[in-house]
């Protein structure tokens, strides 16, 4: 008796269905959308639209990806198997039988309008597709057709999600909008044991781009869903589900002790900068790193899949307003720092060292702070031969053939944001960030590069200082530096030279340099002073990075004390199931006199 009547609802339907013009659905229901996506020089296109029809037990979004030359008879007929398939696979769980399920399904009627008339069926779907009013009818519901509505290219969730630790979008591409604009939501599952089948009673856990899972959360796959916007325009949601279950973290790492002294964030003129190295993927996940570099951290807690996920976390505890970062891989740039910081109002610059190596430099802001006004980028090797600025240094070096052909090899590269601050509009800090050669013979490198670094920092406060005379230019300079404080770097740094007779121009004795010392006009004081530890691994331990500030501008109102010797031999040494980096963080609040 029931399926009789649904037959005869379904008849009816579909009867009056041919004879209502589209202001009908209009004034009986709000019409929804249905979306088209074409890009130019493309023979395809994709369309999608959310059905749902109680008789028919569907409710759920098809998408599509046809020919622009197909017909349109052709396209319907795809909509209207899909639907079919999707209601008769409801039937079947319900007990319905085969042939009432396709006397059932025979019944769905889909149909392109324009005008409120139906279209043509000869003809291609290129030549209606794109015109304005047009409307796609399935049984009672009419959808009006949107051309190039913000899209969902592409959405991804992370394979390794833990309790603690900020979960975010592992891929996201958007299509005609920005990824800032869109809007997120997270559920998690209220079953612990679902297999692979994920049941759909999900329950709402958070908004936004990230979301950190609780251990009530533990064992519940995770699930995002995603509203791409461009202004009051929407696009179809887009939905994705873990692949595994959210798993535990690996309890409170000594960071968050760190945190309780930037839990507040500074405004006024107070502003806390970091500078970490935080090991790129290149150099952590490789045979060498696991087996003779770091062979006391489990190959899991190398990964960067796992690393990022503690990175993130405490950058953000940090709550700073100028980030430098050294050792980034442009991936992790892109698409985990920048869109998880910028969710909650950072902005940011990479610049790539030189050559094929793909990690460099980050210089990240917050914007309710700081505005870039620019920001440059020198790779010192290719740099010390053609800008004039280097010219002396060049003139000293340039006969020294083993140390030129050495110094041009290098990578090493400086990077210099020049940054406003919105509170005072009287304030402008140019922040240097930069990342030596590592090599123990290199001292003299380090020196040049050094040498080279606050040269162009001094052209740059200089050029500041006579744009705008009306502006207080200061200055920092952070970065790992791969210098313990007894060598010549920290020198030339702090006192404003080095002379001819440094020990580090003999670093190598094929390459010893002679009748050359270094001088600049900078104030730079170190934040920390010479901590014993910022690098500490078995096969070394010291002191390597620094942030210095400009002494005479500048005030330290905190600087964060670093990890205990106990806390960093916790596991050994760095990095660790705790510690994502084999440096640890420089966090200092400073404020201007």
Known sequence: MCVMRLQSVLKLVNTR??????????TRQKMQNAYI??????????????????????????????????KVNDFLARITSSIERNANKKKKRKGTCEKEQEEESSKIHVNLLHGGEVVSGDQACKDILFDNGLCLQILDTVFSVIL????????????????????????LEVLFADKSDCSFCWYKNTSVTVGKKVPANWVEVGSGYYFVPSISDIGCFLKLVCVPQNGSVCGPISEVVSTNPVEAGPGACPFELRHAFTKEWLNGQKFRVVSYNILADLYADSEVSRKQLYPYCPPYALSID????????????????????QEVDYKVFSNDLIPTLSSVGYSGVFHKKGGAVSEGLACIFHKSRFKCVSSHNIHLAEELKSNPLFADIWNKVKDYEALVSRIIERTTCSEFVVLDSVDDSNERIIVANTHQYFHPDADHIRLLQSGMTVTFLEHLVAQATAENQAKRVSYVFCGDFNSTPECGVYRLITTQYVPED??????????????????HSLHLAS???????????????????????????????????????EELQ????????VFPSDHVALVADLSWK
């Open 527 to 565: 934040v920390y002073g010479t901590p014993e530890f910022t690098n500490f691994t078995v096969g070394f331990a010291g002191c390597l990075d620094y942030i210095f500030y400009q002494s005479n501008r500048l005030n330290v109102d905190q600087v964060i004390p670093l990890p205990s010797i």
């Open 148 to 171: 190039n509505a913000p899209w969902v290219a592409l959405i991804t969730l992370p394979s390794s999600i833990m309790a603690g630790f900020p979960a975010y979008p592992l891929k």
């Open 570 to 577: 916790q596991y050994v040494a760095l990095p660790s199931v």
């Open 17 to 26: 269905l041919a004879v209502f013009p589209v202001r009908f659905f209009e």
């Open 306 to 325: 796992y690393r990022k996920q503690l990175i993130l976390k405490e950058l953000l505890g940090y709550n700073a307003d100028i980030i430098c970062l």
């Open 37 to 70: 996506r074409y890009q130019d020089g493309a023979d395809q296109f994709q369309l999608s639209f959310q059905l749902k029809n109680e008789l028919l037990g569907v409710d759920r979004q098809f998408n599509f990806s046809r020919q622009l030359s197909e």
């Open 502 to 519: 440094c020990i580090d121009w003999t670093s190598n004795k094929d390459e010893e340099v002679k009748g050359v010392s270094l001088s």
